[in-house]
T-cell receptor, first 108, second 115 residues
């Protein structure tokens, strides 16, 4: 069975500081990893996928299969980054397993 | 449609009553998912439909929960004899196919409160 762990329920940084939201997974197969974000009073939306190796809103995430991690990073946090972030693992079976989420607060 | 639509957006019901939640996925998306989001917790998988295949019901918490998808499009999640622990936000999502590389497009959810 697959599992996604986000060890930090709450994370607070100052504007302009680097931020890293941690995500670890366990899965015996080859996973597809995703980050989703939910801003206040908005719906949950896809932020980025590991397969596309893209940078969205300054965020990047690298899949580390050796450490089974997919941490989300941004070098300079902005106040508008304050939101709830979910890491998710999708398998060939089609459905995703989500972590419990990390609430990021960026202070001015 | 342009996005995933869910209705109603809010539902307050009395314990013991049945409720129906509706999801209209993006047009052409063959895969549809239901999740439940409880306060302070992550997303709990409920059920997954892919095309004409038998749905994956492995996440349904009890036989009070059921879902169907008619014509490969709209889906209805039914909760019978609601209990207070059913109170949560019910999220629907869709993807073009069931392939693992697609991220979800979510609806805005139905907030269910059982009193």
């Amino acid at each position: 069975a697959q599992r996604v762990t986000q060890p930090e329920k709450l994370l607070s940084v100052f504007k302009g500081a680097p931020v890293e939201l941690k995500c670890n997974y366990s899965y015996s197969g080859s996973p597809e990893l995703f980050w989703y974000v939910q801003y206040s009073r908005q719906r949950l939306q896809l932020l980025l996928r590991h397969i596309s190796r893209e940078s969205i809103k300054g965020f990047t995430a690298d899949l580390n299969k050796g450490e089974t991690s997919f941490h989300l990073k941004k070098p300079f946090a902005q106040e508008e980054d304050s939101a709830m972030y979910y890491c998710a693992l999708k398998t060939n079976a089609g459905k995703s397993t989500f972590g419990d989420g990390t609430t990021l607060t960026v202070k001015p | 449609g342009a996005g995933v639509s869910q209705s109603p957006s809010n539902k307050v019901t009395e314990k013991g009553k049945d409720v129906e939640l509706r999801c209209d996925p993006i047009s052409g998306h063959t895969a549809l998912y239901w999740y439940r989001q409880s306060l302070g917790q992550g997303l709990e998988f409920l059920i997954y439909f892919q095309g004409n295949s038998a749905p994956d019901k492995s996440g349904l918490p009890s036989d009070r929960f059921s879902a169907e998808r008619t014509g490969g499009s709209v889906s209805t999640l039914t909760i019978q004899r609601t209990q207070q622990e059913d109170s949560a936000v019910y999220l629907c999502a869709s993807t073009p196919t069931g392939g693992s590389s697609y991220g979800y497009t979510f609806g805005s959810g139905t907030r269910l409160t059982v009193v």
